[in-house]
């Protein structure tokens, strides 16, 4: 996996260090994961490394298309390596367990609006809101008090 990992990295003209090899392991690893987050699984393979490196190198994978950076409504951005695809996202609103949804109609429908207004469009963000199974067994079927439900 290092091999790939290196390589890739270079093909996108990113220069390889032992940081940015564990962040974009660690993103691999744990998809939708926070920088928060990354950056702990970073420090437990490597050893120490600043909260501050890690977002700029997930800063540049993202600027090189090698990451994806996610930011649904009311929470950190999470990242994720796939990439190229329009895929969509279903996150609960209690536990904010998130999934990749791929898209039901097709590779991609959701780029076609109806009114462009001229825009050449490329990426369309579709979040699918609910309650997982877990957080709907420990809750009534009425309660609806989630960390996204509060106002």
Known sequence: MSDRVEQLLRQHGVQVTAQRLAVTRAVSSRPHA?????????????GSISRQAVYDTLGVLVDKGLVRRIQPAGSPARYEDRVGDNHHHLICRTCDTMFDIDCAVGAVPCLTADDDHGFEIDEAEVIYWGRCPACRARTPADSRTGSRDQT
């Open 34 to 46: 926070t920088a928060d987050v990354l950056t702990d699984e970073v420090r437990a393979v490597i």
